[in-house]
């Protein structure tokens, strides 16, 4: 089992472009949430996808958007970046209420 | 949406000997689920342990251990017997509806 994937493992953009990343989760999980960790601190939790749709939202704005897949891969889309939203992006996968696994991160620096 | 704080940024210990990280939070649900994660310089989350609220006993795991406080809404983490590998980020995360994470404790284990 590949545990969560996600890529690209580092990206770097330039403000006012728009990034995609990309999650495959952990094999049997059917849930996907993103977070975003800004350096030194604790994740802040971006959203969550179930079933394709987004079940529950974090404080971000609109320029945050995701979406599932049918086989529960997710990806997280950012448009007009901001130097602000350079951070690591984590997501997690989880089934039910079982605890959830994250994979590696994708470290976005906007210049 | 739930709150949890940590209010030791930075903490350190002897190699072998214990110590305890301070969590508590604030939920409105009466079903959620408490989890400790560690964070190494990898980066990858790794999940610590897991204490379901409804539960009034302690969860262990080997050297780690809780003391779950519902009325106090308090749950700390005991290191026992630590280890240089031990050194990492520790987050203290409460799970209702989604997932929401301290600011961290820096936990160095000294040789």
């Known amino acids: 089992d590949a545990g969560v994937t996600q890529s690209p493992t580092h990206l770097i953009k330039t403000r006012g472009q728009q990034v995609t990343l990309r999650c495959s989760p952990k094999s049997g999980h059917d849930t996907v949430s993103w977070y975003q960790q800004a350096l030194g601190q604790g994740p802040q939790f971006i959203f969550q996808y179930y079933e394709e749709e987004e079940r529950q939202r974090g404080n971000f704005p609109d320029r945050f958007s995701g979406h599932q897949f049918p086989n529960y891969s997710s990806e997280l889309n950012v448009n007009a970046l901001l130097l602000g939203d350079s951070a690591l992006y984590l997501c997690?996968?989880?089934?039910?209420?079982?605890?959830?696994?994250f994979g590696q991160g994708t470290r976005l620096t906007v210049v | 949406a739930q709150t949890v704080t940590q209010s030791q940024p930075e903490m350190s210990v002897q190699e072998a000997e214990t110590v305890t990280l301070s969590c508590t939070y604030d939920?409105?649900?009466?079903?959620?689920?408490l989890f400790w994660y560690k964070q190494p310089p990898s980066r990858q989350m790794i999940l610590v342990i897991r204490?379901?609220?409804?539960?009034?006993q302690n969860a262990t795991e080997n050297r780690f251990s809780v003391n779950f406080q519902k009325a106090a809404k308090s749950f700390s983490l005991k290191i026992s017997d630590s280890q240089l590998g031990d050194t990492a980020m520790y987050f203290c995360?409460?799970?209702?509806?989604?997932?929401?994470f301290g600011a961290g404790t820096r936990l160095t284990v000294k040789p």
């Open positions: 939920t409105s649900e009466n079903n959620y689920y």
């Open positions: 997690a996968s989880s089934f039910t209420d079982t605890e959830a696994f």
């Open positions: 204490q379901e609220a409804y539960k009034q």
């Open positions: 995360t409460c799970y209702d509806n989604d997932m929401r």
